[in-house]
């Protein structure tokens, strides 16, 4: 269990978004969150890529490489 402060206008606002989607605040503070760090990866593994791209060692698939690969590491 974790406990956080939030401002009252989000409090309200978090309350009227929970009670519009029925759910509880919990439930929709777990699914902020854990949207929230879905995001920052994806974020993350896009800075990489570009890292790669600008140093000039990111791999890039060819069409119909991604099933060529999967179909590689079942083996």
Do not use: F
Not at 31 to 38: D, F, Q, S
Not at 50 to 69: F, I, M, Q, Y
């Amino acid at each position: 269990m974790v406990t956080i402060s939030l401002p009252p206008e989000m409090v309200a606002e978090s309350e009227k978004l929970a009670k519009q989607q029925h759910m509880t605040r919990s439930e929709l503070l777990r699914i902020a969150l854990r949207r929230y760090m879905e995001e920052s990866q994806l974020e993350e593994a896009v800075r990489i890529a570009d890292d790669e791209l600008r140093r000039g060692t990111l791999k890039v698939l060819r069409p119909g490489g991604l099933s060529a690969l999967m179909k590689k590491s079942k083996k």
